[in-house]
Every structure is written in C-alpha cells, then in structure tokens.
C-alpha cells in the first residue's frame, strides 16, 4: 500500500505561482511512475503531467512551457512547479502513483486561480 500526501494548493492571481508536493510512503518509490493529474467539477481527471524512474517527463500541452514536474527519490517526493498560471488551471490536483498495474491516488490540493 502506497500512500499519498499532496500539498502546496491554493489561490493565486492570474499570471502567478504555486508550487505543489507530493510526499509518497514506500522504500522502493524511486521505482514508482509519478503524475499529477486535475479535475474540476463535472468533468473527468485529466492528465497534466508525468515523470518516470528515470526522470522523463511529459506535459499535457495546455501546460507546456508554463509547468514542471520534478522528483527527489531521497525524499520520496513529486512536485510541481506552476508559472504563468491561468484561470483555466483552476482545478483539484491529484497526485498519481502507478507500480506496475496498480494506481494510487493523493487525496487531492485545491488551486483556483482568480482575481
């Protein structure tokens, strides 16, 4: 069983910052494929952006050039670094963890970007 604690949510003006976390349990996290997804009410959970093992990373393309997903396996830890934020990104985030065929969820951060 894995374990997600997301952080870092909440509201911030058009055109600014906000920097999400995610702390994992687990001995073997550098091991585990990590992403952040979001979701806002009445539609589904999209993806915005992944990191392997390794380091590879992938954006969904309303957020290229604006996020950046990053890992510290010694913390066992994803962030996301968002600039240039916009009212559209106003969403629930949820961080992702998948082992093989197995998925877990964080319980979710709050940003809504408004003036």
């Known amino acids: 069983q894995v374990q997600l604690v997301g952080s870092g949510g909440g509201l911030v003006q058009p055109g600014g910052s906000l920097r999400l976390s995610c702390a994992a349990s687990g001995s073997t996290f550098s091991r585990y494929f990590m992403g952040w997804y979001r979701q806002v009410p009445g539609k589904q959970r999209d993806l915005v952006a992944t990191i392997t093992r390794t380091g590879s990373t992938n954006y969904a393309d309303s957020v290229k050039g604006r996020f950046t997903i990053s890992r510290d396996n010694a913390k066992n830890t994803v962030a996301l670094q968002m600039n240039s934020l916009k009212p559209d990104d106003t969403a629930v985030y949820y961080c992702?963890?998948?082992?093989?065929?197995?998925?877990?969820w964080g319980q979710g951060t709050q940003v809504t970007v408004s003036s």
């Open positions: 992702n963890a998948q082992i093989g065929l197995v998925i877990y």
